[in-house]
C-alpha cells in the first residue's frame, strides 16, 4: 500500500474518532470522550488539544488545561493559541497573551486584538486597551472604531473621541452615531447613517437599526427600513432577522415581517417582468 494512501487511511480513522468523541460527549459519557480527545491531541488532530484544555479548564485544572493548550499552540492550532490566551490573560500574565495574540492575528484571527483589548480595559490597562483596539481598526475591525471612541470619552478625551467619531463614519462604522441619531429621534439621519455603512461594505449598523425599530411598540418605522432595505438589494438581512424573532417572545415584530414580505411580493408579481 503506498504511502499516501496510508495517510488517508490515517486521517479517516481521526476523523471517525472525532465523530465518536462528539457522540459519547452527547450521551453523557464524557470519560471515554476524553479519552479519546486526548488519543486525538497526541496526534496533533486540529482542535483537539484545545478540546482537552478546555475540559480540564472546565474542571478547575488550569495547570493541566495550560500544558495541553501550549501543546497545540506550539504546533499552530489557533483554537489552542486563543485557549491559552484567555487562561494566561485571567491569571494575569498580559505580556505573554500579548505575545500569542500577535501569532494569532499573524495566521488570520484579527478578532484576538479585540479580544485582547477588552481583557486590558477590565483590568484597568486603558493605554493597553486603547493600543489593542487600535490594532483591530487598523486590521479591519472598523466595529471597534466604537470601542476606541468610548474608552477615550470616558477618560475625558473628547476631541481625539470625536476625531475618531468622524474617521468612524468615514470608514463605514456608523453604529455610533446611527444609534444617537435614532435615540434623539432623527431616523431620516439614522437610515442614512446605516445605508452608509452599506456602501462601504459592512451591513452590521443596518442590522441593528433594523433589529431596534422592529421591536418597538410601534414597528412602523422597522417596517419601512425593511422595505428601503430589500429595494437596496439586501433582502437577506431582513430574512436572516425575521428568523430570530419567535412567535412568544417578539408576536409583533413577526406581524411586521409578514407584512413587508407580502407587500414586497405584491409589487414583484405587479412588476412587468415579473
Request: proline fraction near 3%.
Amino acid at each position: 500500500m503506498h504511502w499516501s494512501q496510508n495517510k488517508c487511511l490515517q486521517t479517516l480513522d481521526l476523523l471517525f474518532k472525532e465523530k465518536e468523541a462528539r457522540s459519547l460527549q452527547e450521551l453523557g459519557e464524557q470519560e471515554r470522550a476524553e479519552a479519546i480527545w486526548e488519543e486525538l491531541a497526541e496526534a496533533r488532530f486540529p482542535g483537539a488539544c484545545a478540546s482537552v484544555g478546555d475540559r480540564h479548564k472546565e474542571a478547575g485544572r488550569r495547570t493541566e488545561a495550560e500544558q495541553w493548550y501550549r501543546k497545540g499552540a506550539d504546533s499552530g492550532d489557533p483554537d489552542a493559541m486563543q485557549g491559552l490566551v484567555f487562561l494566561l490573560a485571567e491569571d494575569g500574565l498580559l505580556e505573554e497573551a500579548t505575545e500569542w495574540t500577535e501569532r494569532i492575528a499573524d495566521v488570520g484571527d484579527i478578532y484576538a486584538y479585540s479580544r485582547l483589548a477588552y481583557r486590558f480595559e477590565e483590568v484597568g490597562d486603558v493605554s493597553r486597551a486603547k493600543e489593542y483596539f487600535r490594532k483591530a481598526v487598523d486590521a479591519g475591525l472598523i466595529d471597534c472604531y466604537t470601542d476606541l471612541i468610548r474608552v477615550h470619552w470616558n477618560e475625558g478625551d473628547q476631541d481625539t473621541a470625536q476625531c475618531l467619531y468622524s474617521k468612524a463614519v468615514q470608514s463605514g462604522e456608523t453604529s455610533g452615531p446611527m444609534m444617537k441619531a435614532e435615540r434623539a429621534g432623527e431616523h431620516a439621519t439614522a437610515d442614512e447613517l446605516a445605508f452608509t455603512a452599506v456602501d462601504h461594505g459592512t451591513v452590521q449598523p443596518l442590522r441593528q437599526l433594523l433589529w431596534h425599530r422592529l421591536q418597538q411598540p410601534d414597528t412602523t418605522l422597522g417596517e419601512t427600513l425593511a422595505r428601503k432595505a430589500i429595494d437596496a438589494g439586501e433582502a437577506f438581512i431582513v430574512h436572516g432577522l425575521a428568523k430570530l424573532f419567535s412567535p412568544s417572545e417578539h408576536p409583533q415584530s413577526l406581524k411586521a415581517m409578514q407584512r413587508v414580505f407580502e407587500s414586497a411580493d405584491e409589487i414583484g408579481s405587479s412588476h412587468p417582468d415579473a
